[in-house]
């Protein structure tokens, strides 16, 4: 692997870098506080081509590999996990298993759409019921003539009020042994769908998180994502890459509280000089400094093996495992650094670790992580 990056690569970071100092951190605690990311963020994401990392340019997107989307992503999660959030989903779980799975029609209406921040997408895999063990979700879609009929909820989905199109995932076909869930692409606006924003979040506050219920929503046989009954598959595709995702947005956590940490250390002084002087305070600034650099490497290790054709999946469990860890470890070592003032949302650090703490839940736990490493090495699942 080279650690080099490509010309074009170093200008998409600058380029996410300026986007990020300029459109995004001077609104961050006042986003937190409203609960409420400005909504015209979406369309500057799209007018500067971050909506469109990998999607081939004839469907609208702005083409580029899977580092450059990384550097992105962790250029927006150091300025706010809410913004990248909105990205990881609409780009990353939506449109990019749109482009992975689609047909031409699908691709042509939905892409470009998604693509240029006209539509937001959101993911409904998860239900009140079935977290972690998403394979037995129980909504249904029935067939009825050329049209499916869909009911059931979705619990916890990201830009749910938001959104457009939700990619959907409901069983098709309820034989015993037989997992038979299928993927939909199903316009938020359909008559039965209702949605309601989750208030009183720890983190992410700026993003709009929803339970959708969906009550005898028709949609036609055409919405359907990928083959019937492969949905599980169509599911799992999305969160090996969303993994990628998650964790480059948590090494942009873990810098953010770095060059926090460390700015605090030199300027803040007690017992007459800097804080930095003290090797406790060098300790743990020294451990965020390490879980960055191992955080990020693991990162770029998955995009590398995606860039390049190979397999990932398991790479990006471990690099989403650690990423998340090592991001909470990071913006807690952050607080511990600012004192009493990492406390007040007047400084940067707590709004970092209550960020944070979501990414060891979300895109399957820290816990399913360790199940699907732990399959990988030992070739027994212990599911
Ligand atoms: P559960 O599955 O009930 O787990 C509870 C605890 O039990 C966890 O600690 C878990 O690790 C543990 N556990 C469960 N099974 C096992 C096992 N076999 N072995 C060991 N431990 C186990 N979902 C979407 O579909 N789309 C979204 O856009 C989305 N966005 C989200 C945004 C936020 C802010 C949040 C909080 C969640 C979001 N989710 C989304 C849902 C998220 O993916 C789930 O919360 C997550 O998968 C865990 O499911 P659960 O909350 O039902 O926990």
């Given at each position: 692997?080279?650690?080099?990056?490509?010309?074009?690569?170093?200008?998409?970071?600058?380029?996410?870098?300026?986007?990020?100092?300029?459109?995004?951190?001077?609104?961050?605690?006042?986003?937190?506080?409203?609960?409420?990311?400005?909504?015209?963020?979406?369309k500057k994401l799209g007018e500067v081509g971050f909506l469109g990392l990998t999607i081939d340019e004839e469907y609208g997107g702005s083409?580029?590999?899977?580092?450059?989307?990384?550097?992105?992503?962790?250029?927006?999660?150091?300025?706010?996990?809410?913004?990248?959030?909105?990205?990881?989903v609409s780009l990353g779980l939506v449109a990019k298993t749109i482009a992975a799975w689609g047909n031409e029609e699908q691709k042509q209406?939905?892409?470009?759409?998604?693509?240029?921040?006209?539509?937001?997408?959101?993911?409904?895999?998860?239900?009140?019921?079935?977290?972690?063990?998403?394979?037995?979700?129980?909504?249904?879609?029935?067939?009825?003539?050329?049209?499916?009929?869909?009911?059931?909820?979705?619990?916890?989905?990201?830009?749910?009020?938001?959104?457009?199109?939700?990619?959907?995932?409901?069983?098709?076909?309820?034989?015993?042994?037989?997992?038979?869930?299928?993927?939909?692409?199903?316009?938020?606006?359909?008559?039965?769908?209702?949605?309601?924003?989750?208030?009183?979040?720890?983190?992410?506050?700026?993003?709009?998180?929803?339970?959708?219920?969906?009550?005898?929503?028709?949609?036609?046989?055409?919405?359907?994502?990928?083959?019937?009954?492969?949905?599980?598959?169509?599911?799992?595709?999305?969160?090996?890459?969303?993994?990628?995702?998650?964790?480059?947005?948590?090494?942009?956590?873990?810098?953010?509280?770095?060059?926090?940490?460390?700015?605090?250390?030199?300027?803040?002084?007690?017992?007459?000089?800097?804080?930095?002087?003290?090797?406790?305070?060098?300790?743990?600034?020294?451990?965020?400094?390490?879980?960055?650099d191992a955080a990020r490497l693991l990162t770029w290790r998955v995009a590398d093996l995606i860039d390049r054709g190979l397999p990932f999946?398991?790479?990006?469990?471990?690099?989403?495992?650690?990423?998340?860890?090592?991001?909470?470890?990071?913006?807690?070592?952050?607080?511990?650094?600012?004192?009493?003032?990492?406390?007040?949302?007047?400084?940067?650090?707590?709004?970092?670790?209550?960020?944070?703490?979501?990414?060891?839940?979300?895109?399957?736990?820290?816990?399913?992580?360790?199940?699907?490493?732990?399959?990988?090495?030992?070739?027994?699942?212990?599911?």
């Amino acid at each position: 692997m080279n650690l080099e990056l490509s010309e074009e690569q170093t200008a998409v970071r600058e380029l996410a870098r300026d986007f990020t100092a300029r459109e995004i951190a001077p609104y961050v605690t006042e986003w937190d506080r409203a609960e409420q990311v400005d909504r015209a963020i979406v369309k500057k994401l799209g007018e500067v081509g971050f909506l469109g990392l990998t999607i081939d340019e004839e469907y609208g997107g702005s083409g580029g590999d899977h580092l450059a989307y990384c550097l992105v992503t962790e250029e927006l999660g150091r300025g706010d996990s809410s913004v990248r959030g909105i990205v990881s989903v609409s780009l990353g779980l939506v449109a990019k298993t749109i482009a992975a799975w689609g047909n031409e029609e699908q691709k042509q209406h939905w892409l470009p759409r998604l693509t240029s921040g006209e539509y937001v997408g959101c993911f409904g895999l998860t239900e009140p019921g079935t977290g972690s063990d998403a394979g037995n979700l129980t909504t249904k879609a029935v067939r009825d003539g050329d049209t499916y009929v869909v009911s059931g909820t979705k619990m916890f989905i990201t830009n749910g009020t938001w959104a457009d199109v939700v990619l959907l995932f409901a069983r098709t076909n309820d034989q015993p042994g037989h997992k038979g869930v299928s993927a939909f692409l199903i316009p938020t606006d359909s008559p039965g769908l209702t949605r309601r924003e989750i208030h009183g979040k720890l983190g992410l506050r700026g993003q709009a998180t929803a339970e959708l219920v969906l009550e005898d929503v028709r949609v036609p046989a055409s919405a359907m994502l990928g083959p019937e009954g492969k949905g599980f598959s169509v599911a799992m595709s999305a969160l090996a890459k969303g993994r990628m995702s998650v964790a480059a947005g948590c090494v942009g956590i873990a810098q953010a509280a770095l060059d926090a940490a460390v700015r605090y250390a030199t300027e803040r002084e007690q017992f007459g000089g800097p804080i930095a002087r003290h090797q406790l305070v060098q300790e743990l600034i020294s451990d965020i400094a390490v879980d960055v650099d191992a955080a990020r490497l693991l990162t770029w290790r998955v995009a590398d093996l995606i860039d390049r054709g190979l397999p990932f999946t398991t790479e990006s469990s471990k690099a989403k495992l650690f990423a998340s860890e090592a991001a909470v470890r990071a913006a807690n070592n952050c607080l511990q650094v600012f004192g009493g003032y990492g406390y007040i949302d007047e400084y940067p650090a707590g709004k970092l670790l209550r960020d944070a703490r979501v990414m060891t839940l979300y895109e399957g736990t820290s816990q399913i992580q360790k199940l699907l490493i732990g399959r990988a090495v030992t070739g027994v699942s212990a599911f």
